[in-house]
């Protein structure tokens, strides 16, 4: 029996997106996905680790690895995530530079090169909101390109979209179709991320707090779960289960005050928080979900190690805090 996903016509790429925090790579990969999987907002470093988000068309499967933004920080958490967003781009077959069009072009062009470091391989220009420029096909956007080239050499052609109203989106997708070499997909049919459930319940979750907060809470926010019983084909004394999960997460700020505003006046604010994300999660696990949410004050978590391993943020190469032991000399160490 021929197995579908091993189908000898199938196709199989795997696309980084890459850019400057906030350029819209997350609604790029949203859009194409048709499911808001990936958590967007306005404000910079919402994506803080790199994961697949696998689209079928026909019979070529496009693997995108949404990373996040590539920035300048001595920060402990965002080294960590700026090496999610190399590591992202790693063993891609190409990448996709976003780059703002309401910005300064060649500037962001520039700083990616320089941030990135490592070696980068095929990539293609995507110039992005084009929708909110008023003349997006007059701009001399192929002699950017050539500038662009001699800062980057990988770069191969460029494109201009907008992710929000759809421009040329069809155009890219087209070509990463003729661009993808033959082979078996690597995930099967239905299968959507490499990322597990659980993790897309801590982004629903953390995505609520930042869209509600904008405003009082910056960044300081983490997420983690405590306790995610699946309950999906459970029989319970005979009966199954209404519920499809019981989740208790916790919502992680640096100080007192910050708890009070997520908590808000008479729990308010939580509240909000955790009936829409249960309402996502309700929608990507297909039933109900009950879900109970606490705030925890975890001074400095963006510094421990402990939460960021359990946000999926592993030490970094130019992570600070490098554990050594006494005995060993430093150049046994590297
Ligand atoms: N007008 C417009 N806004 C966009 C477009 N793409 C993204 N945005 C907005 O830009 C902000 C950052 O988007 P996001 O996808 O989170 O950026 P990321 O940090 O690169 O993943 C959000 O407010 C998006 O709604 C676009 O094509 N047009
Ligand atoms: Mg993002």
Redesign the pocket.
């Known amino acids: 029996m021929l197995i579908e996903h091993q189908h000898p016509k199938n196709k199989s790429i795997t696309v980084a997106v890459v ?10 990969i ?1 859009s194409l996905m048709g499911t808001d999987l ?5 404000r ?4 803080r680790n790199n994961f697949h988000c696998v689209v079928n068309v026909d019979r070529t499967e496009i693997i995108f690895v ?1 990373t996040p ?1 590539l920035h300048r920080s001595g920060h402990e958490i965002n080294k960590r995530m700026n090496q999610q967003a190399r590591e992202g781009a790693e063993s891609v077959d190409l990448n996709l530079l ?1 780059i703002d069009l309401t910005g300064e072009v060649l500037k962001q062009i520039v700083e990616f090169a320089d941030l990135f470091q490592g070696e980068l391989g095929k990539t293609w220009l995507v110039f ?5 420029l008023p003349r997006a096909d007059e701009l001399p956007l192929t002699m950017v390109f050539e500038k662009a080239k001699t800062i980057i050499p990988a770069l191969e052609r460029f494109f201009y ?5 759809g421009t040329n989106v069809n155009e890219v997708v087209g070509a990463l179709c003729d661009e993808a070499p033959s082979a078996p997909h690597r995930y099967e049919e239905g299968e959507i991320s490499n990322k597990s459930e659980r993790f897309f319940v801590t982004e629903f979750i953390r995505e609520q707090a930042f869209q509600l907060l904008k405003e009082e809470l910056p960044y300081e926010v983490a997420v983690t779960i405590d306790e995610y019983k699946d309950l999906r084909g459970q029989d319970e004394s005979g009966r199954k289960s209404k519920m499809s999960s019981m989740i208790s997460a916790s919502i992680h700020v640096n100080r007192p005050s910050q708890r009070a505003i997520v908590i808000g006046s008479g729990g308010s604010m939580i509240k909000t928080i955790g009936t829409r994300a249960r309402q996502k999660i309700e929608a990507m696990v297909g039933g109900q979900v009950h879900l109970n949410l606490h705030v925890k004050v975890t001074p400095k978590w963006f510094k421990n190690n402990f939460i960021l391993e359990e946000i999926g943020l592993p030490r970094a190469q130019d992570s600070a805090r490098v554990w050594r032991q006494p005995s060993q000399n430093s150049e046994a160490r590297s």
Do not use: R, Y
């Open positions: 850019g400057a925090p906030n350029v819209g790579k997350s609604t790029l949203n990936s958590i967007v907002s306005d910079p470093q919402t994506t949404d933004g976003l992005t909101k084009s929708d909110l979209i907008s992710a929000t109203d």
